[in-house]
């Protein structure tokens, strides 16, 4: 049987319409101690909602822009096509993948919890598609070579190549020893534009000479940078992994027991230059045998359709001209670090009620000093990256506690935001990466606490649930739903359709408690969320 949960929070102050991607289900990895809460991470899983059978999983732990790719709603779409689940896991842990030390393990208990609390049984034994992004992008690489038998395919997003000498964590990387190999799993290395560096380029280019039964593609996602995840991006990735999927599974997968996945041959590939910089003529991907450029700095690809869409976005971006981008706060322009990781920080100033903050995008000169008006087609905007905050229009955005929860004050704290513009005929598509700092957690400010009534069990095709929490101080009462099928659209919880439908639904709470204060910019003042 299928199983349903809502976990739903509320919190005091204000309420926000709308709801954001749903998780239908989460568990505790029951292994691990999280080095950044000391205490277990949540998985989070999403199956497509008509969903019968899932061909595999695709599994992130928290960096930054696995949320982002797993929450957009074209990728969303094409992984319900595909019939992929998704899994994220907050916060992460284990950047290297250490397997002896009880990784492995933790990963296996972590999916035979998610199949008894789904009931989507095959997920003990479905193909996986580690990815990672930024400091958690090694552990993909080494995921599959000590597991390779499990591994669908492989995703290092914004990060490096497999066995490189400068990991996205910064330390030594694992030896593989002689024996270990990743030969005919499918790699997909992505590089920002913005971020380029030859270095992490080369040891993929010259892993493929090492092993060359090996199958690395690499995409420079041109005209952007590190930090973010365009649309077109997420609908590459999609299309690698559907890729990934024709290749490699049987024609009749089993539910209850290993899949036996089978290999890809390089040979029946595509090569295709890799990306320069500045590169006037390029060699014409073709087929594997009957490529003519130097197969030394080429790259592979499934087939023509993935080396013709890699050379298109190489095509979109290049020989236009440059844009560059600030943000403007209290009609000021933010300053611009070049030497800070986000090269852009803006203090927290919100409005009246605490959580309400104001931001807009804007063309600068190239120093990022004065405000700039280039003639192009459309504007900059501003999009979450990742971190409680909530876009409420072109610059109006809120303070928006999440599934994430409140136990992780780093992660708590940190807004990351991105600016951009997509490019026209002339310009090329430009990204600023921001980042606005919460002064979480404070302990000053009055006590609130909210009265959560119990919610009794609703029967199968109940659209609908009154929500009544109320706060002491009389502020009025958010809330957000942690896992499950549903959102809130205050003062209802909706419940989103889900198939197969399952009489059963269980609907959990937890309560935390916000305040602000006419004398203070921002007070919060949170309570230990308990729950039902």
């Not at 289900?25 to 991470?41: C, L, M, N, Y």
């Not at 290749?247 to 040979?267: E, H």
């Not at 803006?346 to 003639?375: C, H, Q």
Request: charged letters at 25%.
């Amino acid at each position: 049987m299928k199983r349903l949960g809502i976990l739903l929070f509320s919190l005091g102050l204000f309420f926000i319409k709308g709801w954001a991607a749903e998780w239908q289900w989460s568990v505790p990895v029951s292994k691990v101690i999280a080095p950044e809460t000391g205490w277990h991470p949540q998985a989070f899983l999403w199956i497509p909602e008509d969903c019968m059978q899932v061909r595999a999983v695709m599994i992130g732990t928290h960096n930054m822009c696995e949320e982002t790719l797993f929450e957009n709603e074209l990728f969303r779409r094409e992984m319900k096509e595909a019939g992929v689940a998704l899994i994220w896991i907050t916060p992460g842990w284990d950047q290297q993948w250490k397997a002896d030390s009880g990784s492995p393990e933790a990963y296996w208990q972590m999916l035979d919890d998610l199949a008894e609390t789904s009931g989507y049984g095959e997920l003990k034994f479905t193909p996986i598609i580690p990815i990672g992004h930024s400091a958690m992008a090694t552990y993909p690489w080494n995921f599959a070579a000590w597991h390779p038998e499990r591994t669908l395919a492989v995703v290092s997003y914004h990060g490096d190549a497999p066995r490189t000498n400068l990991t996205g964590y910064g330390r030594e990387n694992l030896e593989w020893g002689r024996t270990r190999n990743i030969d005919g799993i499918p790699g997909l290395m992505v590089e920002g534009e913005y971020e380029w560096w030859e270095a992490r380029v080369n040891p993929a280019l010259a892993f493929r000479m090492m092993y060359p039964e090996s199958c690395i593609s690499f995409l420079c996602d041109a005209g952007r940078g590190h930090f973010d995840v365009s649309d077109r991006t997420a609908e590459y990735i999609a299309l690698f992994v559907k890729k990934a999927l024709q290749a490699r599974l049987p024609d009749t997968v089993a539910q209850d027991r290993p899949v036996a996945l089978r290999k890809v041959r390089p040979q029946d590939g595509w090569l295709a230059e890799r990306w320069h910089p500045v590169q006037p003529r390029r060699a014409k991907p073709a087929p594997y045998a009957k490529y003519k450029g130097d197969v030394h700095d080429a790259f592979w690809y499934f087939d023509r359709e993935m080396a013709e869409t890699t050379e298109e976005r190489y095509a979109r971006e290049r020989g236009k001209e440059m844009l560059y981008l600030g943000v403007k706060q209290e009609g000021r322009l933010a300053p611009y670090n070049p030497r800070s990781h986000v090269k852009v920080n803006v203090p927290f100033r919100p409005e009246a009620d605490g959580v309400t903050f104001r931001l807009k995008a804007v063309f600068t000169d190239s120093l990022r000093a004065s405000v700039a008006s280039p003639r192009v087609e459309g504007r900059p905007v501003i999009t979450r990256i990742c971190g409680p905050v909530k876009k409420l229009d072109d610059t109006t955005f809120v303070v928006d506690f999440y599934r994430m929860g409140l136990g992780n004050s780093r992660r708590v704290s940190d807004m990351c935001l991105l600016a951009s513009y997509d490019g026209d005929d002339r310009y090329k598509s430009v990204v600023q990466e921001l980042n606005v700092r919460l002064p979480y957690p404070l302990t000053e400010g009055r006590r609130q606490y909210l009265l959560f009534p119990g919610i009794a069990d609703v029967t199968e095709g109940t659209e609908t649930v009154p929500l009544h929490a109320t706060s002491d101080c009389g502020l009025p009462v958010r809330y957000y739903v942690k896992e499950g099928p549903a959102g809130v659209e205050y003062p209802l919880l909706t419940l989103i359709p889900f198939v197969p439908q399952n009489p059963l639904v269980k609907l959990y709470l937890e309560s935390i408690s916000m305040a602000s204060s006419p004398t203070i910019a921002s007070v919060w003042d949170l309570n230990s969320p308990p729950s039902r």
